[in-house]
């Protein structure tokens, strides 16, 4: 099927590859972050469906700029299953969104790549990404 939207019925697909990102147990809120996510004008939730399983999965936040023309583009969470990665489903998903945030009046993406991930560093190198090395977090008590 390639790529879609994600819907509610994804939750289990999603959780999954969230699971190979090093995001354990998010089952239990899974179906309420998809729908908040795709009720939100400014964020596209896709998949890759293969066979009718959720195979990919895509989370761009489309940000609107104040002070410079164009807007800019965040990939929040980016996963193709480790058993079939290298078939270029990352690049088809990439290069969709990369058009997404064009037709958005979008000038970058933005994505942040926690150091060990290497392999997907290179990945994100070939797709025309450059390191931008400063990167700052506040961590809330909000879930203690």
């Not at 089952?27 to 195979?55: A, H």
């Not at 940000?63 to 088809?92: C, E, N």
């Not at 037709?103 to 942040?112: A, F, G, L, P, T």
Request: glycine share 4%; proline share 3%.
């Amino acid at each position: 099927m390639g790529i879609r939207a994600a819907n509610i019925d994804d939750w289990k697909g999603i959780s999954l590859l969230l699971s190979q990102l090093d995001y354990p147990d998010t089952e239990t809120f899974m179906k309420e972050k998809i729908e908040t996510l795709i009720m939100d004008p400014n964020e596209e939730l896709l998949v890759y469906d293969e066979e009718n399983q959720v195979v990919a999965l895509i989370s761009i936040h489309f940000i609107p700029q104040l002070a410079v023309k164009g807007d800019f583009a965040r990939i929040s969470y980016f996963a193709v299953d480790t058993h079939i990665r290298g078939k270029g489903i990352g690049r088809k998903i990439e290069e969709y969104c990369s058009d997404l945030a064009n037709k958005r009046n979008c000038d970058r993406i933005e994505v942040h790549c926690h150091s060990r991930r290497i392999d997907a560093h290179r990945f994100y190198i070939r797709q025309g990404f450059t390191e931008s090395p400063k990167y700052f977090v506040k961590l809330l008590s909000h879930y203690d």
